[in-house]
């Protein structure tokens, strides 16, 4: 156990909906990143976000946004869905220091039929 | 880009040493070399980290060569629940605007009885 969340577990929606997906990092980790892994992509990194700001950009789509909150849970909004969102989606956790160790929540899958 | 080369696939004998190797020629001075494994669609597990030195934990040892263009994971008694994809990536390890880890295809770890 990595000590990061990530809920839901599964999620299954159609073409055209709004979904949020959620996670908690490590108790004292101040940087949260989001990874997608589709099964001809691998993982992808998606954003960091570092004590509510945002601090760096990957292959993110425009349709795709997320948000730390001062908590410093994080969530990943993914909109206009599309099958080929179909994927896990990943988060992970480090105090933010650079070059640090990254933990990994167990993930959301996500299936947009 | 992934900065790192790794074998697609390899096979293990149980009980034997597993020697992953990895090619990052093109790693800077200031960057560590990270070791990854998924387990099936589990989130990745951190492995174990190092910059010059040689590295060992309960999980593995790491040997990185002088020159530090490549490095080997060692998993020193391989049992049927490593089998794995191993995921070998470089970092930055000082200050820096932004954290983009690039997760390249990894090498396929198969242990077999």
């Known amino acids: 156990d990595s000590g990061v969340t990530q809920t839901p577990k599964h999620l299954i929606t159609a073409t055209g909906q709004r979904v949020t997906l959620r996670c908690s990092p490590r108790?004292?980790?101040?940087?949260v990143y989001w990874y997608q892994q589709s099964l001809d992509q691998g993982l992808q990194f998606l954003i960091q976000?570092?004590?509510?700001?945002?601090?760096a950009k990957g292959n993110i789509l425009e349709r795709f946004s997320a948000q730390q909150f001062p908590d410093l849970h994080s969530e990943l909004n993914l909109s206009s869905l599309e099958l080929g969102d179909s994927a896990l989606y990943f988060c992970a956790s480090s105090l933010g220091t650079p070059g640090d160790t990254q933990y990994f929540g167990p993930g959301t899958r996500l299936t947009v039929l | 880009d992934a900065k790192t080369t790794q074998p697609p696939s390899m096979d293990c004998a149980e009980g034997r040493a597993a020697n992953l190797p990895c090619n990052h020629s093109?790693?800077?001075?200031?960057?560590?070399v990270y070791w990854y494994r998924q387990i099936h669609s589990q989130g990745p597990q951190y492995i174990i980290h190092?910059?010059?030195n040689n590295e060992t934990n309960e999980m593995a040892s790491l040997i990185i060569t002088e020159d530090r263009k490549s490095s080997t994971l060692i998993l020193p008694h391989a049992t049927l629940r490593d089998t794995a994809v191993y995921y070998c990536?470089?970092?930055?390890?000082?200050?820096?605007?932004?954290?983009?880890?690039?997760f390249g295809p990894g090498t396929s770890l198969s242990v077999i009885p």
């Open positions: 976000y570092y004590n509510g700001e945002e601090r």
């Open positions: 093109t790693i800077s001075g200031n960057e560590y």
């Open positions: 190092g910059l010059k």
């Open positions: 990536i470089v970092r930055v390890a000082v200050k820096t605007s932004y954290d983009k880890v690039i």
């Open positions: 108790s004292g980790d101040l940087s």
